[in-house]
């Protein structure tokens, strides 16, 4: 049996976070704020958004709702690369899948903290 630490349960862990929220909670965002909010049917105005969106708790919500699935993206991506045949290029590909849901991890709290 291999003592060798890897990172490989740290990033399965948020690869099956990030696909849980990308399941419950991306789908009833985008009823909510791109079907439901546009039609009329929940009467919001930009001042009660804008309140909201400032708000600690719905900062939390959306960092969630943005970082999560792109280690979920990113994983999900890492192995269908390495699937078609880049078996070579498996380190690369790692650094720069995980390393782009990193920026934008880091971009996400760069915006909703400003």
Not at 53 to 78: C, D, E, Q, S
């Amino acid at each position: 049996m291999s003592t060798r630490k890897t990172s490989e349960p740290f990033w399965w862990g948020l690869f099956s976070v990030g696909g849980v929220v990308a399941a419950f909670l991306v789908p009833v965002h985008l009823f909510l704020h791109g079907l439901a909010v546009p039609l009329g049917w929940i009467p919001v105005s930009p001042a009660r958004i804008q309140a909201l969106v400032g708000h600690p708790l719905i900062k939390l919500y959306l960092f969630v709702l943005i970082a999560l699935p792109l280690y979920h993206w990113a994983h999900r991506f890492r192995f269908i690369l390495e699937d078609v045949g880049l078996h070579a290029l498996r380190a690369p590909i790692a650094v720069l899948s995980y390393g782009s849901a990193v920026v934008g991890t880091v971009l996400t709290l760069w915006v909703l903290l400003r």
